[in-house]
């Protein structure tokens, strides 16, 4: 059974940065395309990030420039490094694989 443990939210002000991570136990880490979603109070999750195995990404157009994602396959840890953040990425993110999710780490970005 695959689990997902999200860390590394938090309070910051804008034009700030975060590093969110994503632990995996119970699978073969390297096999699966990571996800990182968010879902910001009365919207829907939405695609954030995407990582395969072999280390390609892909980004939603509202992060592309800003937001970095990146795994250490050996350690099981998706990373989404988070830059210049405003006020609009305030969101609960979740990392997902397959059709596990974890429970989410919350980013609020506010002065």
């Known amino acids: 059974q695959v689990q997902l443990v999200e860390s590394g939210g938090g309070l910051v002000q804008p034009g700030g940065s975060l590093r969110l991570s994503c632990t995996a136990s119970?699978?073969?880490?390297?096999?699966?395309?990571m996800n990182w979603f968010r879902q910001a109070p009365g919207n829907q999750r939405e695609l954030v990030a995407s990582?395969?195995?072999?280390?390609?990404?892909n980004y939603a157009d509202s992060v592309k420039g800003r937001f970095t994602i990146s795994r250490d396959n050996d350690k099981k840890i998706c990373y989404l490094q988070t830059n210049n953040l405003k006020p609009e990425d305030t969101a609960v993110y979740y990392c997902?694989?397959?059709?596990?999710w974890g429970k989410g780490t919350l980013v609020t970005v506010s002065s």
């Open positions: 997902n694989m397959i059709k596990s």
């Open positions: 119970g699978t073969i880490f390297s096999t699966y395309t």
């Open positions: 990582i395969t195995g072999g280390g390609s990404a």
